[in-house]
């Protein structure tokens, strides 16, 4: 069952679905699953490494590209 804190925040919020997770790369996981993403998803790495590993652990591949600051 939701906690005190989770209930007031999806009341105040005004949504129908509020999950907290343990920690960012969960996060993470569960947001790559909830929009269904499989196969590749392209990040930088210019990152921390839980977005890799959640990419990974959800049997996905990241795929790199490089940070240009005129594109």
Do not use: R
């Amino acid at each position: 069952m939701a906690g005190d804190l989770e209930m007031k925040l999806k009341e105040d919020l005004n949504v129908n679905h509020l999950l907290f997770g343990t920690n960012g790369t969960v996060a993470l996981q569960l947001a790559i699953k909830a929009v269904g993403l499989v196969d590749e998803i392209i990040t930088t790495t210019f990152t921390y490494v839980a977005t890799t590993s959640s990419m990974v652990w959800e049997e996905c591949e990241p795929v790199y590209v490089d940070i240009d600051k005129h594109s």
